[in-house]
Structure formats: C-alpha cells, structure tokens
C-alpha cells in the first residue's frame, strides 16, 4: 500500500505560514539576546542525546535524558525576562515592529536624511554623539538600558538628545525601522586590543554593538567634529555629507554599488 499524504486545503496553508511568521520572528526577535547562548545549549544537548543512544552509550544517554528533562522545566525560569518583554511587546501592539529591512524606499530614504542632516551639524559643533541603526539582530538588551522613546526620526529631534549635559547626551541614540526606540542607552565596549588609543568610550562602544549584531554605529567626536562609521566591528573616519551618504545608502539599501571603496581599516 502506497503512502499517501495528507489532502492539502487553504486551513493548513494558512496554518503552516502563520506558524513560519511566528517562528521567523521569534528567532529575529532573540537575535543578539543571550537567548541565543542557551537555546545553542539545548540543541547541543539533544544532539548529545540522539549520538549517546545510537552508539548504545547507556549510561551517558540516561545522564542526558534526566538533565534534559530538568532543562525542560528549567526554561520558563531562565527565559523569564525575555518572555516578559515578548508579552509586553505583544500587549503594546509592537511585537510586529517593521525592522528597518521592511521600509519602504521613501521611509528609508526620509530616515537617512534626517539622521544625515542631525550628523552634519553635530559635527560642525563639535558635539559627541552615538547613534545605533538596529537591522536585522534585535538589540533588545541594549534599548531597555536607556529611556524608552518610540518618537518619530527628525534632524532636529536627535540634535537636541546630544546637547551637552541635556539627561539623554551621554548614551547612544538607538532607531529601530522608522523610529527612535530609545535615547541614553549604555552599549557594551569593543574587546579588540588593536584599537588606537585616540578612540574614546564613545567610538568603543559604537565599535562594541557591531561586534555583537549587524547594526551600524555611527559617532561624533566632541574633539575634532570628524565624524566616524563601525560595521561588523569596523570602523572608518572622516566622512564628510557626500560620502556618509553613500555608504549608508549602499548598506541600508542593500545595494551592490561603489559604497565598498570607502569600506576600508582605519588608518
């Protein structure tokens, strides 16, 4: 008798990708989280299992079984904070939050513009600032440290958040799709022993966010005005409006365009 598979109607498709969406955005949701750390931890452990008991290692697998099931009833208590937040979220109507990626063009190029035309004059007055572009890694940790905003993007509005001793100068501007999730938030500092010394916490920490997730810092020094841009734990000095441009819109546009050439180690 021949296997037959199941007839497939509308219900079950609707079904299956409404449980690919929810799955697709759990796994984006706890990117960059150490979330992800603890759920390696269990597939490495059921790997484990699966590998103890086809080789017939009794003893070891019945170790593993018994530690699973602890694992099972342990999980609730070690996700707690993440799902406290993913419920919160959920309940304020944004756990579906566009990510940047999901922008329309023109929401795109409106939110660059405003964060260009906010960079060049903090730079022309020699005032610090940090401002961190979330992609596709949550960076969920990192917003909760600072004063939860959701305000729309504009020039004006992230100028004034790095006025000198204003409540919010000191930490980092985080934009989340087409919003400014949060202001004064505290990142973690780079551990790459090869940065020059001339950078400050400011620059580490801008350097730091990228090491850690694919989002884009961008900082102001409070010295010289030169204004500095860190990827994937990179950075690169003294872009001027033309350039930052450019790269920001080559990388946020996904575009294969001339924006590598300005994407070198810093000097």
């Keep these: 008798m021949l296997f037959q598979l199941p007839a497939v109607n509308l219900v079950n498709i609707v079904d299956i990708l409404v449980m690919a969406a929810l799955i697709y955005k759990l796994f984006q949701w706890i990117k960059g989280t150490r979330a992800v750390q603890l759920l390696k931890g269990i597939v490495v452990l059921l790997i484990a299992t699966t590998i103890s ?59 660059i513009n405003e964060i260009i035309r906010a960079v060049i004059n903090l730079a022309k007055n020699k ?30 509005f992230i100028i004034n958040v790095f006025i000198p001793n204003s409540p919010l100068h000191d930490g980092a501007v985080i934009i989340r799709g087409d919003r400014v999730a949060a202001a004064g ?23 730091g966010i990228t090491e850690i997730s694919d989002a884009i810092a961008i900082m102001v020094s409070e010295e010289t005005g030169v204004i500095s841009l860190a990827r994937e734990g990179r950075i690169t000095r003294n872009y001027d409006e033309k350039t930052l441009r450019e790269v920001l819109t080559g990388m946020l546009f996904q575009k294969q365009n001339n924006h590598t050439q300005f994407w070198h180690r810093r000097s």
């Design 53 to 111: 008991d086809w080789l017939g290692l009794y003893t070891i697998n019945w170790i593993l079984k018994n530690i699973r099931t602890m694992v099972v009833v342990a999980i609730p208590v070690v996700f707690q904070p993440e799902l406290r937040r993913a419920l919160e979220r959920l309940g304020r109507g944004k756990f579906f939050a566009r990510p940047f990626t999901f922008l329309e063009e023109e929401d795109k190029s409106s939110v």
């Design 127 to 156: 005032t610090g600032a940090l401002i961190v572009l979330e992609r596709e890694t949550g960076i969920n940790d990192y917003i909760e440290t600072g004063v939860s905003l959701d305000s729309v993007i504009s020039g004006e």
């Design 185 to 207: 938030c505290f990142l973690p500092l780079s551990e790459n022993p090869n940065l020059g010394k001339e950078l400050g916490t400011r620059h580490r920490a801008g350097i």
